[in-house]
Structures are given as structure tokens and as C-alpha cells.
T-cell receptor, first 110, second 118 residues
Framework: GEDVEQSLFLSVREGDSSVINCTYT??????LYWYKQEPGAGLQLLTYIFSNMDMKQDQRLTVLLNKKDKHLSLRIADTQTGDSAIYFCAERPGNTPLVFGKGTRLSVIA | DAGITQSPRHKVTETGTPVTLRCHQTENHRYMYWYRQDPGHGLRLIHYSYGVKDTDKGEVSDGYSVSRSKTEDFLLTLESATSSQTSVYFCAISEGLGRGRENNQPQHFGDGTRLSIL
């Protein structure tokens, strides 16, 4: 079955850039998503990218997509303590519901 | 925020009892989903619905049933709860734009139900 892989933890200093990486398995995925989960809350959609794009930028967020390697990354510029959360990568293989990675816990050190 | 309400937000119950969780949406979205979130497993799909009375199984559907008698409500039932079903349960919705099961819209999540089964 499909499997989305992410590293489990990332620690960065406030003001630095964070890069969260993800690999997915299904080349037919037309959209790839990034969600953020703060403690005690549900998942919040951060951004998504269509598979015919290489890059998408939205304020401090930059998403890079390498379809050949099935690699997706989320870069957060000028990381703040409020960015501390769990970040989930998700793919949609074909016409099925989203398949999520296990999430990367981002810790921002002041 | 998407208009999604999950109830109850917290529940503690005993093994063997039936439990029903409710997801209510005000967005008139076609698709609704139930996930469970557990440490080390991320989010796993239990069941989903692509229309009234149209449902399908997800990755971890054993021990769960669902019903969708109207667009705005999606119920998840544990017929006889077990300790392994202790988890945080999330409902999600998405807008379907295609026919049948086609759906390329992002999912929006509720705030979750924390269920403990003793």
C-alpha cells in the first residue's frame, strides 16, 4: 500500500529556516499537502501543490516538489516559536482519501 | 475555520460498551471522513463517505461502523469498545467536484474527540 515517509523530529533556532522533508510513493498523486497540528487541536491545512508545479511560495512557506524522486519539502523562513507543531505531509493517490505521513514534530528554540 | 463540530470532545467509557461519535458540518460538503490518531502511527483512515448513505472502508475499519443519513452528519460507532480503540478521533470534510468518487479538494479537520476506553 501507499506509504508517506517523514522524519519524526526537527529542532531549529528561532529566526533560522526550517526544512521538513517528505517522500511519497504514488506517482499518480495529483496534489500533495502540508498540514500543521498544534497541541490539542485538529489538523490545519497549510498549503498544497499541484503535481505539475515544482515550487509554490506563500509568505514564509515554500514548497518544493521533485516528482522524479517523489520528494516534497516544506521550508519555513524565519521560524518563530509559534511554528512549533507537528507537520504532516499527505498525498492523494488517484481518487482516494488522503494518505498521511506520521508527522514531523518541529521544536523551535528561543 | 471550516464549520465542523465533533461531539463529544472527550469521553471515558468501559470495555464492551457501545460508543457513538458525531461529526456535524455546516459546509454542505459531499465527502466526510473519520480518522484515528495514535502515537507512532500518524493518522489512519477508518471510514469515509462520498454522499448520503454512501460509505467505504478505510485502512483500519475493523470494529467500527458508520452511518450518514443526511449530508451534515457522519456518525462513527464502536459497537463494543475495546482498549485498543483508545485514541483521538478526527473528522474531516472535503468538497467533491467530480462525479462518483472523484475528489481533488483538500480535507479540513475538526478539533477531535479524545476517547479513553478502560
Amino acid at each position: 500500500g501507499e506509504d508517506v515517509e517523514q522524519s519524526l523530529f526537527l529542532s531549529v533556532r528561532e529566526g533560522d529556516s526550517s526544512v521538513i522533508n517528505c517522500t511519497y510513493t504514488d506517482s499518480s498523486s495529483t496534489y500533495l499537502y502540508w498540514y500543521k497540528q498544534e497541541p490539542g487541536a485538529g489538523l490545519q491545512l497549510l498549503t498544497y501543490i499541484f503535481s505539475n508545479m515544482d515550487m509554490k511560495q506563500d509568505q514564509r512557506l515554500t514548497v518544493l516538489l521533485n516528482k522524479k524522486d517523489k520528494h516534497l519539502s516544506l521550508r519555513i523562513a524565519d521560524t518563530q516559536t509559534g511554528d512549533s507543531a507537528i507537520y504532516f505531509c499527505a498525498e492523494r493517490p488517484g481518487n482516494t482519501p488522503l494518505v498521511f505521513g506520521k508527522g514531523t514534530r518541529l521544536s523551535v528554540i528561543a | 475555520d471550516a464549520g465542523i463540530t465533533q461531539s463529544p470532545r472527550h469521553k471515558v467509557t468501559e470495555t464492551g460498551t457501545p460508543v457513538t461519535l458525531r461529526c456535524h458540518q455546516t459546509e454542505n460538503h459531499r465527502y466526510m471522513y473519520w480518522y484515528r490518531q495514535d502515537p507512532g502511527h500518524g493518522l489512519r483512515l477508518i471510514h469515509y463517505s462520498y454522499g448520503v448513505k454512501d460509505t467505504d472502508k478505510g485502512e483500519v475499519s475493523d470494529g467500527y461502523s458508520v452511518s450518514r443519513s443526511k449530508t451534515e452528519d457522519f456518525l462513527l460507532t464502536l459497537e463494543s469498545a475495546t482498549s485498543s480503540q483508545t485514541s483521538v478521533y478526527f473528522c474531516a470534510i472535503s468538497e467533491g467536484l467530480g462525479r462518483g468518487r472523484e475528489n481533488n479538494q483538500p480535507q479540513h479537520f475538526g478539533d477531535g474527540t479524545r476517547l479513553s476506553i478502560l
